[in-house]
């Protein structure tokens, strides 16, 4: 296990548009789900976050928290019942209706269209938009297919017949093809062999210092969490009760923070993260 990533001023910086610090800006924000015949459930109440530019933000929490559903009002697929999101200084409702490319999303279990090989699979985003020449969109599709370690030779392989880690690499060079400086994962390792997981942890890692990314990550991965987190959220109470480093996190005396980070499983994730490399330089 690698050393956390730590968020450099070159990470995020201009090329993810203005000078701003944050990149993603959530202010007083209400979740409220209703339905016939039954009490309003409130998920989020009052939330505050700010999510740096350059870093690798975990969201952490129990279920029903609404982390995932966060993400979805970060990428604009949800509105919040009340409250603001500010995605590089703008509501994502209007990035999303202007195509404005500033967001990617890798959805957990990939969510690729089984109609579509993995060529057209990637392309789709660029196709929607009608501006480019086919053989462009093409070639861009192949360049993001080997940036997330595939070759051509998959390229026109259909969903049934890849490995769940294949799908999640189509998948994130789907959520690349933009070139969106703001990139979501929901549980971006679920279902992955630990040897899998631990390669796609190495991917995505790799990108984010190459391409200068700023993510939001949901996983339940004690592993990933370790692995790749610059800070970590977490969600309990209906709003965030403390951000900050994995230390500064696992110091917090919440009950939910104490029971997750620091049962048996957590303890042996963070033990781990402090490890010398193997032989094999892991």
Known sequence: MTEPIVSSPQNGGAAAGGGDSNAVEIRKLWTVFK??????????KDLDLDIHRGEVLSLVG????????????????????RGEVSVFGAPPMELSAAGAAKVGMLFQRGALFSAFNVLDNIAFALREL?????????????VRLQMVGLGPEHAHKMPSALSGGMIKRV??????????????????????????????????????RELGLTVVM??????TLFDLSTRIAVLADQHVVVTGTAAEVMAHPHPFIQ????GG??????????????????
């Open 259 to 262: 029971k997750y980070f620091l």
């Open 130 to 142: 009608k501006v480019l020449p086919d053989e462009l969109i093409r070639d861009a599709a192949m």
């Open 171 to 208: 998948a994130l060079a789907r959520a690349l093809i933009m070139d969106a400086p703001l990139l979501l994962l929901d549980e971006p390792t679920a279902g992955l062999d630990p040897e899998s997981a631990d390669d796609f942890c190495d991917l995505l890692r790799s990108l984010h």
């Open 35 to 44: 339905s016939p015949g039954r009490e309003p459930q409130v998920v989020h």
């Open 218 to 223: 949901v996983t339940h991965d004690l592993d």
């Open 265 to 282: 499983r957590g303890q042996r994730a963070a033990q781990a993260l402090h490890q010398p490399p193997s032989v094999s330089g892991r």
């Open 62 to 81: 129990g279920s029903g928290t609404g982390k995932t559903v966060l993400l979805r009002q970060i990428l604009g697929l949800e509105k919040p019942t």
